[in-house]
């Protein structure tokens, strides 16, 4: 019970790293938007980014995409831990501060043109790329 609960909860955890969104600019232009928490590998995110968009060129009939541009995204995160008190005698405390963390979280925006010739430089194939991350 607990392997498949500790594994449930591990698959779950890694299910909701990295989401992907898209926004249409026209027709065939759509800016998609990816973005991973602070144990994303940066490569993941743009993964992700790349698979949203080769679902998007699928669902319009499209054979490839192509990758116009790319923006990094990716924010900066500070967090610091409360402070301990230490009660020092005679009324007094001490209070240490906790620790600052500072994670970076990865994103990524793609403007990317559906339908576009398979052989144009940043020309991806939809259905390699959806292949190659294992769905259809």
Known sequence: ???????LVAILL???CVSAKSTSLDDRTVIVSAKGGA???PADVYKAALVKAAQLA???GAE???VLGSSDTSRT???QTPATIFPTGGGTYMAIPGPTNTNRMPAVDLTVRLGAPCDQQGSWNARSVLAQAGQK
């Open 64 to 66: 490839c995409f192509q």
């Open 39 to 41: 144990i994303v590998d």
């Open 14 to 16: 890694a299910a909701g």
């Open 58 to 60: 699928q669902q319009r």
């Open 77 to 79: 995160m500070t967090t």
């Open 1 to 7: 019970m607990l392997k498949t609960t500790t594994a």
